[in-house]
């Protein structure tokens, strides 16, 4: 076990042990096929079953709305390409943010290359796009709209249910990628009248892997996986039991304690920034006011001290927290969402993100924060920059 201290959870989260128990008989006891036409197969088929009603109910679904897939990215992917195969020709533009995560954002430039036109609405400084720039996008040959319900980066939550509104007027499909937001504040697909919506199990401590797309009776989508009969022959594959079992445990945990697990994730956060506040100077936390961004997001700006050196010290003592999205973690880009809320490229490079989970502590804050002020401290003290502004003689 890594006894590290872990404010990452926006990349990933551990598997809760409730979860891991009901997961476990699924790979040896009962380790049937749940396409098969027996008594293994019917004991597989029944849990895939229960998962998807408890799926269901947590996102206010109906079950046969529900289709399994390997997580997030495939929900994304599964959710443009399908509705562009099935919406036709006339129909090559699709409206989106600049801030979605690359699951969509790469997905839509594969689209681009076949003839397909994108539009990414810009957002304001808080990360957070304007309704009536959304609807203002849509055109006659608009096939979707792909806004995500709450972004990796920076947490502030978008306008999903009035642009829904908006669109559904115009005849036009929505799509919401609700990765972050499942588990972190409540979501219900009929409250936020959406067509299609992507989760992900490893964000609220079930098994990596596996998520679901949501695609609302009625709504027409082309095939993503072919193969066997599978979810209703929509999406081929034998079945992830164990981690379908794992998937439907961890969100209905996720339902049942949401709220006093975004109590306890927001108070941790509110006391992390507050004492870095207290402690660091020239420090600033992007993205949206407290109450318009998910409860365990705090991503930081600690000016004139490069966000690569302050993981790297973080990381020396044990620290996880992360640049920008883990998906993109490899790149030595400065992060999209932080240009496109018009951070300059030297602020989007000295912000880290922190997301914390609600068996974080406070001695671990207190830590952490002691770790931070001393390896900003440092690092400045290399900047020229910064010796410049400490005696006044620089712009801030
Ligand atoms: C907003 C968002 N969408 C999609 C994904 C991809 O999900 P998965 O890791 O399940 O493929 C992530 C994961 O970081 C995410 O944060």
Same mark, same amino acid.
């Given at each position: 076990?890594?006894?590290?201290?872990?404010?990452?959870?926006?990349?990933?989260?551990?598997?809760?042990?409730?979860?891991?128990?009901?997961?476990?008989?699924?790979?040896?006891?009962?380790?049937?096929?749940?396409?098969?036409?027996?008594?293994?197969?019917?004991?597989?088929?029944?849990?895939?079953?229960?998962?998807?009603?408890?799926?269901?109910?947590?996102?206010?679904?109906?079950?046969?709305?529900?289709?399994?897939?390997?997580?997030?990215?495939?929900?994304?992917?599964?959710?443009?390409?399908?509705?562009?195969?099935?919406?036709?020709?006339?129909?090559?533009?699709?409206?989106?943010?600049?801030?979605?995560?690359?699951?969509?954002?790469?997905?839509?430039?594969?689209?681009?290359?076949?003839?397909?036109?994108?539009?990414?609405?810009?957002?304001?400084?808080?990360?957070?796009?304007?309704?009536?720039?959304?609807?203002?996008?849509?055109?006659?040959?608009?096939?979707?709209?792909?806004?995500?319900?709450?972004?990796?980066?920076?947490?502030?939550?978008?306008?999903?249910?009035?642009?829904?509104?908006?669109?559904?007027?115009?005849?036009?499909?929505?799509?919401?990628?609700?990765?972050?937001?499942?588990?972190?504040?409540?979501?219900?697909?009929?409250?936020?009248?959406?067509?299609?919506?992507?989760?992900?199990?490893?964000?609220?401590?079930?098994?990596?892997?596996?998520?679901?797309?949501?695609?609302?009776?009625?709504?027409?989508?082309?095939?993503?996986?072919?193969?066997?009969?599978?979810?209703?022959?929509?999406?081929?594959?034998?079945?992830?039991?164990?981690?379908?079992?794992?998937?439907?445990?961890? +969100? %209905?945990? *996720? /339902?049942?304690? @949401?709220?006093?697990?975004? =109590? $306890?994730? !927001?108070?941790?956060?509110?006391? #992390?920034?507050?004492?870095?506040?207290?402690?660091?100077?020239?420090?600033?936390?992007?993205?949206?006011?407290?109450?318009?961004?998910?409860?365990?997001?705090?991503?930081?700006?600690?000016?004139?001290?490069?966000?690569?050196?302050?993981?790297?010290?973080?990381?020396?003592?044990?620290?996880?927290?992360?640049?920008?999205?883990?998906?993109?973690?490899?790149?030595?880009?400065?992060?999209?969402?932080?240009?496109?809320?018009?951070?300059?490229?030297?602020?989007?490079?000295?912000?880290?993100?922190?997301?914390?989970?609600?068996?974080?502590?406070?001695?671990? +804050? %207190?830590? *952490? /924060?002691?770790? @931070?002020?001393?390896?900003? =401290? $440092?690092? !400045?003290?290399?900047?020229?920059? #910064?010796?410049?502004?400490?005696?006044?003689?620089?712009?801030?």
């Amino acid at each position: 076990m890594n006894n590290g201290i872990y404010f990452d959870h926006a990349a990933t989260t551990f598997l809760d042990e409730r979860v891991l128990a009901e997961m476990l008989p699924y790979f040896q006891s009962k380790f049937g096929n749940a396409s098969s036409r027996h008594a293994f197969g019917r004991e597989a088929v029944a849990a895939v079953d229960e998962a998807r009603v408890k799926i269901a109910t947590a996102l206010g679904a109906k079950e046969n709305e529900i289709y399994f897939t390997s997580g997030g990215t495939e929900s994304d992917n599964w959710a443009i390409k399908g509705v562009s195969d099935a919406v036709g020709q006339d129909k090559k533009h699709i409206v989106t943010t600049s801030i979605e995560h690359h699951a969509i954002l790469n997905t839509l430039s594969e689209l681009a290359k076949k003839g397909y036109e994108v539009t990414y609405v810009p957002v304001n400084r808080q990360g957070v796009v304007s309704v009536s720039d959304v609807v203002g996008a849509i055109r006659e040959d608009t096939a979707l709209v792909s806004v995500m319900l709450a972004n990796n980066e920076v947490g502030s939550i978008q306008p999903v249910k009035e642009i829904a509104k908006e669109a559904k007027k115009m005849g036009v499909l929505v799509h919401t990628d609700a990765v972050q937001a499942v588990g972190a504040i409540p979501v219900d697909v009929n409250e936020l009248g959406v067509d299609l919506l992507s989760v992900s199990a490893h964000k609220f401590n079930g098994p990596k892997g596996i998520g679901a797309l949501f695609v609302r009776n009625g709504v027409r989508i082309g095939k993503l996986i072919t193969g066997g009969e599978q979810e209703r022959s929509m999406r081929g594959g034998t079945y992830n039991v164990p981690s379908i079992v794992g998937f439907g445990k961890a +969100i %209905e945990l *996720a /339902v049942e304690e @949401l709220s006093a697990r975004s =109590e $306890r994730v !927001r108070f941790l956060r509110d006391r #992390f920034v507050s004492e870095i506040e207290k402690a660091i100077p020239f420090v600033t936390v992007n993205g949206a006011e407290k109450d318009k961004k998910l409860p365990n997001n705090a991503n930081v700006c600690f000016e004139y001290a490069d966000g690569e050196s302050v993981l790297l010290a973080l990381d020396m003592a044990g620290i996880a927290a992360s640049l920008g999205s883990a998906c993109s973690s490899g790149s030595a880009d400065p992060s999209h969402v932080l240009l496109a809320m018009g951070l300059s490229e030297g602020r989007a490079r000295s912000s880290i993100r922190f997301s914390f989970g609600s068996e974080n502590t406070e001695e671990e +804050i %207190e830590k *952490a /924060v002691d770790v @931070l002020r001393r390896a900003v =401290e $440092r690092l !400045r003290s290399y900047s020229p920059l #910064f010796k410049q502004i400490e005696s006044g003689k620089g712009n801030v």
